[in-house]
């Protein structure tokens, strides 16, 4: 079913010019009178993100003109039309110019009307869009759905979403698409060799767990995700100041992009054997937490000394992975709210991604672009690894003051082994503040690009 704010028919609908400065004289010429100088006394010249509603001689809606970009390709954001939503008033409309990417347009459409209700109710304006010819609206439909529930998580704070509410919302995509759920909770993870993830989370009043369920036909290409789900980050004995732990319900933005990465791939059916592990945890302070100095085992039998309890992100990612190494999968994409350092290095819209996979590297850096969901790789750069010497163990889990975004992905790359492939993605999970089809709060990065990479290989 297409989603609530697409129209299959155009009856009743209102046209939308998408123009520029330079076609908008063009477009303006074609339009009634009366539309070109209302236009004219609005002062509309077809510039970058604004909008004249255009009355008819009756003083009704008659259509709107929108500014796309200028005409230089650099500067142009293919989600600019997520911002229509959120300024028209309620009715159907239809794009009468073609958008330049109509698809990525369509997804702006839907992903700028999203917002956050589960605590403050808003009104909601029924703003729907006539689907353009070519664009699969069941396609679409599918991908913002799941960048709906996955910002929904990532923006529900942690007294709602602990430890057990990440492993529920699991649990209800795995069922949702068949697959085989289970749970490793508590000292279990002691049991069956998840040192790391028990040591980070067992501080906590909810048990840390290792959420695992896997899909798809046993023989086909072997796809493994794996997100960081640390509900809360209170940075551990190595405590956050306060100002750093505002945000920190995103701390398992890595899980919810895993999460909504795995619901696009099952819903298209995509020709993969898919598996998902998710180590889910509190990073508490209590009398039992893990401290400075312990040297912990992991899963792979590498031992870490712990330089600090805030690089406890790394901790329970590497014990997922070596699970996730151990059947030799095809590929294995981690995604992670790991460091500030990404942030330092890039900012907050283009998280970077490393692996030693060059054609796979290209591939991903193409398609981020293709599909607006960019994404800039960094090195591994394998000087940095004498960073994490440990005198009295394997290694540390912390490196040096600089290069901290890479001395992370080092870290990890420790732990695989054995995958044909491997990708780490340090992502922010968050918009500081509004963009077209990007309203602040929670954010998927990197599950779309991801999707449309994957599809490409293993279309059904």
Same mark, same amino acid.
């Given at each position: 079913?297409?989603?609530?704010?697409?129209?299959?028919?155009?009856?009743?609908?209102?046209?939308?010019?998408?123009?520029?400065?330079?076609?908008?004289?063009?477009?303006?010429?074609?339009?009634p009178?009366?539309?070109?100088?209302?236009?004219?006394?609005?002062?509309?010249?077809?510039?970058?993100?604004?909008?004249?509603?255009?009355?008819?001689?009756?003083?009704?809606?008659?259509?709107?003109?929108?500014?796309?970009?200028?005409?230089?390709?650099?500067?142009?954001?293919?989600?600019?039309?997520?911002?229509?939503?959120?300024?028209?008033?309620?009715?159907?409309?239809?794009?009468?110019?073609?958008?330049?990417d109509?698809?990525?347009?369509?997804?702006?459409?839907?992903?700028?009307?999203?917002?956050?209700?589960?605590?403050?109710?808003?009104?909601?304006?029924?703003?729907?869009?006539?689907?353009?010819?070519?664009?699969?609206?069941?396609?679409?439909?599918?991908?913002?759905?799941?960048v709906?529930?996955?910002?929904?998580?990532?923006?529900?704070?942690?007294?709602?979403?602990?430890?057990?509410?990440?492993?529920?919302?699991?649990?209800?995509?795995?069922?949702?698409?068949?697959?085989?759920f289970?749970?490793?909770?508590?000292?279990?993870?002691?049991?069956?060799?998840?040192?790391m993830?028990?040591?980070?989370?067992? /501080?906590?009043?909810?048990? %840390?767990? @290792? $959420?695992?369920?896997?899909?798809?036909?046993?023989? =086909?290409p &072997? +796809?493994t *995700?794996?997100?960081?789900?640390?509900?809360?980050?209170?940075?551990?004995?190595d405590?956050?100041?306060?100002?750093?732990?505002?945000?920190?319900?995103?701390?398992?933005?890595?899980?919810?992009?895993?999460?909504?990465?795995?619901?696009?791939?099952?819903?298209?059916?995509?020709?993969?054997?898919?598996?998902?592990?998710?180590?889910?945890?509190?990073?508490?302070?209590?009398s039992?937490?893990?401290?400075?100095?312990?040297?912990?085992?992991?899963?792979k039998?590498?031992?870490?000394?712990?330089?600090?309890?805030?690089?406890?992100?790394?901790?329970?990612?590497?014990?997922?992975?070596?699970? /996730?190494?151990?059947?030799? %999968?095809? @590929? $294995?994409?981690?995604?992670?709210?790991?460091?500030? =350092?990404? &942030? +330092?290095? *890039?900012?907050?819209?283009?998280?970077?991604?490393?692996?030693?996979?060059?054609?796979?590297?290209?591939?991903?850096?193409?398609?981020?672009?293709?599909?607006?969901?960019?994404?800039?790789?960094?090195?591994?750069?394998?000087?940095?690894?004498?960073?994490?010497?440990?005198?009295?163990?394997d290694?540390?889990?912390?490196?040096?003051p600089?290069?901290?975004?890479?001395?992370?992905?080092?870290?990890?790359?420790?732990?695989?082994?054995e995958?044909?492939?491997?990708?780490?993605?340090?992502?922010?999970a968050?918009?500081?503040?509004?963009?077209?089809?990007?309203?602040?709060?929670?954010?998927?990065?990197?599950?779309?690009?991801?999707?449309?990479?994957?599809?490409?290989?293993?279309?059904?």
């Amino acid at each position: 079913m297409p989603h609530s704010l697409l129209a299959t028919s155009a009856d009743s609908s209102r046209p939308i010019w998408l123009v520029t400065e330079s076609t908008w004289n063009g477009i303006r010429a074609q339009l009634p009178k009366t539309a070109q100088g209302f236009a004219k006394a609005q002062g509309f010249e077809g510039k970058t993100g604004s909008h004249c509603l255009l009355p008819d001689p009756d003083g009704n809606l008659l259509g709107v003109v929108f500014g796309l970009a200028n005409d230089d390709a650099r500067h142009r954001d293919p989600f600019i039309v997520g911002k229509l939503p959120t300024i028209l008033p309620e009715g159907v409309y239809r794009f009468e110019t073609a958008a330049p990417d109509a698809m990525l347009a369509t997804l702006a459409w839907i992903l700028g009307s999203y917002s956050f209700t589960r605590y403050r109710k808003r009104a909601e304006k029924a703003v729907r869009l006539v689907v353009p010819d070519g664009v699969d609206a069941d396609e679409v439909t599918r991908i913002a759905d799941a960048v709906f529930r996955s910002r929904d998580l990532v923006n529900t704070p942690t007294n709602d979403l602990g430890p057990d509410g990440i492993e529920a919302a699991a649990r209800r995509i795995a069922e949702a698409h068949g697959a085989q759920f289970t749970c490793i909770v508590g000292d279990d993870l002691l049991k069956q060799n998840f040192p790391m993830i028990h040591a980070v989370g067992r /501080a906590s009043d909810i048990a %840390p767990r @290792l $959420i695992d369920f896997t899909w798809g036909d046993a023989n =086909a290409p &072997r +796809v493994t *995700l794996v997100g960081k789900g640390v509900a809360f980050d209170t940075g551990g004995l190595d405590i956050k100041p306060a100002s750093s732990m505002l945000l920190m319900r995103k701390d398992m933005g890595g899980a919810a992009t895993t999460l909504a990465l795995a619901d696009m791939i099952m819903g298209a059916k995509l020709k993969v054997r898919l598996r998902v592990l998710i180590p889910a945890v509190e990073n508490a302070i209590s009398s039992n937490a893990f401290r400075p100095g312990d040297i912990l085992n992991s899963r792979k039998g590498i031992t870490v000394e712990i330089g600090n309890t805030d690089a406890e992100g790394r901790l329970i990612l590497a014990d997922a992975l070596a699970l /996730a190494d151990e059947e030799k %999968p095809d @590929l $294995i994409v981690d995604f992670a709210t790991l460091t500030g =350092a990404a &942030r +330092v290095a *890039l900012g907050p819209e283009l998280p970077p991604f490393y692996t030693d996979d060059e054609e796979l590297a290209a591939e991903i850096a193409r398609t981020g672009m293709a599909v607006n969901d960019p994404v800039w790789r960094l090195p591994l750069w394998a000087p940095y690894q004498s960073q994490l010497d440990s005198k009295y163990a394997d290694m540390n889990n912390t490196g040096g003051p600089m290069a901290g975004s890479v001395t992370a992905a080092l870290f990890l790359r420790r732990f695989v082994s054995e995958a044909k492939a491997h990708v780490h993605f340090d992502i922010f999970a968050w918009n500081p503040s509004t963009r077209p089809a990007r309203p602040e709060g929670g954010e998927v990065q990197a599950a779309r690009l991801m999707y449309a990479l994957l599809k490409k290989r293993y279309a059904p």
